[in-house]
């Protein structure tokens, strides 16, 4: 049977400053994810974050307050860049306005342009925190954009209807048969040379290469045939951390290269051999694990180093104390000016990708299991110790187990994580994350 994968809508929370846009958006992600003040201008850049509503999964986008106007500042006009952007991108528009100061010249202002819009918009009154401020709500009717919402992002009451309003405004999904052939997304911080690797495996110009850190604005597919087989090679804009990420298009660039890497089954993490592994480059590596893809780190420029005989292994161990949560995957040192070991790229990512459908039988997974409580006991809580009494392998793409035990609040981190490195002891996943389940027996 084909498997079939949608791209997630994304819903876009826009109004003029303080009316409780942030506010909103952390109910909605289900934490404080955006700060809350009662300054205008406190959100200046877009936020994103995943969250879902009666079974729908959505990307929420949360904006600064947008000013319209000739006669503003140049924060104040970025920040309307900014919302402006995410109407452009977003399926959905949630207008918040709020009951307080009630209908103002500005929310007007801003009707007016979203009446224009071709995407549909809910209004939202918020802070409508009491029967009488939700009465007020039916003056907001003279916007012309249909029915008020009236809700309090604050304490909660009026969300579900709104959440409800939003799913349901939604387009239609139209979803492909997902292709077959292997995608590898080559990802990395800005300008580390992912668009100079990618033309050096296809051997040909097929993206602009420049010393310009942001060229690359959106992913790219490109189709390689390679010993037969034919790949998807993914190349994105360069990804900072959220704190980092400059307003305007490597903003909206961010977004389209975290979506290549949802599309991708393996992921080449090309760090620049010059500046060494850095934050940035675990921040990007966390991204790939929290999406459950394979990966490989790739130490680009490394023509660019002087070396002896140990500087390798000492570059491969300072790799792998920057990325600790990533001691599975390998380590390829390459450079894609000279085209030093590229060639060992597309065979080591297909190595990987491979190993994301090993599986275990479960006598031999139980046989794992057994070992590893007699050479290290589990740990034990109030008198009471966990046990195992067997494991499974429930599923590939990627390998994920579940385990049934006495009692799931027994198990640790530290022992889990070491259960998963006995696992990996027996089977090599190269460069594949494990999913580890734990179950009450009951």
């Known amino acids: 049977m084909a498997e079939y994968m949608a791209i997630k809508p994304l819903v876009a929370l826009v109004g003029r400053p303080n009316v409780g846009k942030s506010t909103l958006f952390n109910r909605l992600a289900g ?4 700060i809350v003040e009662d300054i205008p201008g406190t959100t200046r850049d877009r936020l994103y974050t995943d969250t879902e509503w009666i079974g729908k999964p959505f ?3 949360d904006t600064g307050g947008l000013v319209l106007g000739t006669d503003i500042d140049d924060l104040t006009a970025q920040i309307r860049h900014q919302a402006q952007q995410a109407m452009d991108e977003a399926d959905v528009i949630v207008f918040i306005t709020e009951a307080v100061q009630g209908l103002v010249p500005a929310d007007e202002d801003i009707a007016h342009l979203l009446r224009q819009s071709a995407t549909p918009v809910l209004l939202t009154v918020n802070k409508a925190d009491n029967a009488e401020r939700r009465m007020q709500a039916v003056e907001f009717y003279e916007l012309g954009l249909g029915d008020p919402y009236p809700i309090s992002a604050l304490h909660g009451t009026g969300t579900g209807d709104l959440l409800d309003a939003v799913v349901a405004a939604f387009p239609a999904e139209e979803e492909e048969p997902e292709d077959e ?6 990802v ?5 040379g992912k668009s100079s690797l990618l033309n050096r495996l296809l051997g040909r110009e097929r993206t602009i290469v420049s010393e310009i850190p942001g060229t690359t604005r959106d992913a790219i597919d490109t189709v390689l045939e390679w010993e037969g087989e034919e790949l998807i090679l993914i190349d994105t804009a360069g990804i900072r951390r959220r704190g980092r990420v400059e307003r305007g ?4 660039s961010v977004l389209r290269a975290l979506k290549a890497m949802q599309r991708a089954d393996v992921i080449l993490l090309l760090i620049d051999a010059i500046d060494g592994p850095t934050a940035q480059d675990a921040h990007v590596a966390g991204y790939a694990l929290q999406s459950n893809k394979s990966i490989v780190v790739l130490v680009n420029k490394w023509d660019a180093i002087e070396k002896d005989e140990g500087t390798m292994l000492a570059y491969t161990q300072r790799v ?4 600790r949560f990533l001691d599975y995957v390998p380590v390829l040192f390459i450079s894609a000016r000279t085209g030093q070991r590229v060639d060992k790229v597309l065979p080591t990512a297909l190595q990987v990708y491979e190993a994301r459908f090993i599986r275990i039988p479960t006598s031999e997974l139980n046989g794992i299991i057994q070992n590893t409580v007699a050479q290290h006991a589990p740990p034990s809580k109030a008198g009471k110790r966990l046990k195992f009494y067997y494991g499974t392998q429930a599923s590939v793409d990627p390998p994920h187990f579940v385990f049934f035990v006495n009692d799931v609040r027994l198990v640790h981190f530290s022992y889990e994580r070491y259960l998963e490195n006995q696992v990996r002891e027996q089977y090599s996943f190269i460069g594949t994350p494990l999913r580890l389940t734990f179950r009450n027996r009951k």
């Open 320 to 323: 792998r104390a920057a990325l």
């Open 188 to 192: 990395g911080r800005p300008n580390v």
């Open 31 to 34: 934490e404080r994810l955006a």
């Open 249 to 252: 298009i490597e903003q909206y």
């Open 59 to 61: 990307t929420v986008i």
């Open 181 to 186: 052939r292997v995608k590898i997304a080559i």
